[in-house]
């Protein structure tokens, strides 16, 4: 009996989960809950992804025969003829020490100046705090594109104890002139013995990783598909930086980047055109034109694309295998998904939130691909889509004019 009513109970208990099963199945599907994305422009490409290799005039600069080499400039640097780029101590502790001497200097020179400036300065609360605002973003850039971060350092450092002082908190900059003089005079007996010059003039880099003519810069618009896949193939076989070098020189502003497409994929393109590249490893991207390769031969599959750059920096002298995303073309739109598009009277748009009212928006298709569609807005039509207007994405029976509480 009791084998019984438990089995009576266990029948029970499944015939509820699935009746429950079956109502939440019901419910979900004839109430869909309304969900939104806020109209925001945004900016997508038609691209192509490829290897590229960069190309530039450029040699090495090596170490000294004797003694201990160390770079006497900063990456990126702009080295004119007769320019030092490194300098030779007698031993490693000489070198260290001399590093030591420099930091203390720069520092000491920079709390010197700090001090005589924040004398007598207007008592401006509000100015200090506009300019430490910009300046953390100035940092905040700067830590993005590894460009000028020292000096962006330096600049909110200063704004910031200009600050302390105008609201009454005391620093002692006395101390901290003095501790930063003892450093100088305890570290400046350990002089470089010789100097390395260049008799060129160019751009300093650290970086050299011994394929600094893989490819040949003045021929380079010669340069076939084979030998830049060849080229690829040798770095990837062998990428590990050379050590032996003091360095190298960048000698000219024009730098090239070579890859290796389909052909269908610049059929748009011409020779001459200004394009967008983007560096797939961080958020990097590079106006470059197109030197030659959108021009293929007929029936030709693949084409060799050489693009060109006249803006050099420390990053770019650092560039030698890179993936990357040509972009050639840019549309400027609402992107939606799919599924949020709709067609009302032969027109296609999207269907808004205003107030708790539906509201129909018309639009163009600009671009689409399988997940999403962008759409054009215009300001000036009162039936378009508004930036900032709530686009439903997920809905049910979405009518123009409709209420939702």
Known sequence: MK???????????????????????????THIE???????????YEQV?????????????????????????ENGAKIKVGGNVGMV?????????????VEARDRLEYYEDLRARSVGQAANVESIND??????????????????????????????????????EKIDFSAIISDLQQKTDKYSSYPPTGYISTSESGVFSTYADGYESILDYDN?????????????????????????HLGKLVTAYNWYMVTVVDSECVKSLADGDKIEIALKDND????MTIVKGAEPDMGVEKTVLVLKSNDMNAQYAMLRKVDVSIRYRSYTGIKVPVEALHVKDNKKGVYALVSSQVRFREADVLYSDKDYVLLSFDPDNSDGIRLYDKIIVQGKELEDGKVYT
């Not at 101590?89 to 001497?101: G, V």
């Open 220 to 244: 380079i618009e010669d340069v076939t598909a084979k030998q830049v896949n060849s080229a690829i193939k040798k770095i990837d076989k062998n990428s590990a930086k050379s050590t032996k």
């Open 49 to 73: 992804d490829a290897q590229a290799l960069v190309v530039r005039q450029e040699h090495i600069i090596d170490n000294a025969d004797d003694g201990v080499t160390v770079a006497s400039n």
């Open 89 to 101: 101590f007698d031993s490693q502790k000489s070198a260290s020490n001399y590093s030591k001497y």
């Open 34 to 44: 309304l969900v939104t994305e806020t109209a925001l422009p945004t900016t997508v």
């Open 131 to 168: 300019d430490i605002h910009r300046q953390v973003n100035d940092y905040i850039r700067s830590l993005n594109t590894n460009k000028d971060i020292d000096d962006a350092a330096d600049a909110l450092n200063g704004s910031l104890v200009k600050r302390q002082l105008i609201i009454g």
């Open 3 to 29: 084998n019984m009513r438990r089995n009576d109970v266990a029948i029970f208990i499944a015939i509820f989960l699935v009746v429950a099963y079956v109502f939440y199945e019901c419910y979900s599907v």
């Open 284 to 287: 990097t991207t590079i106006k």
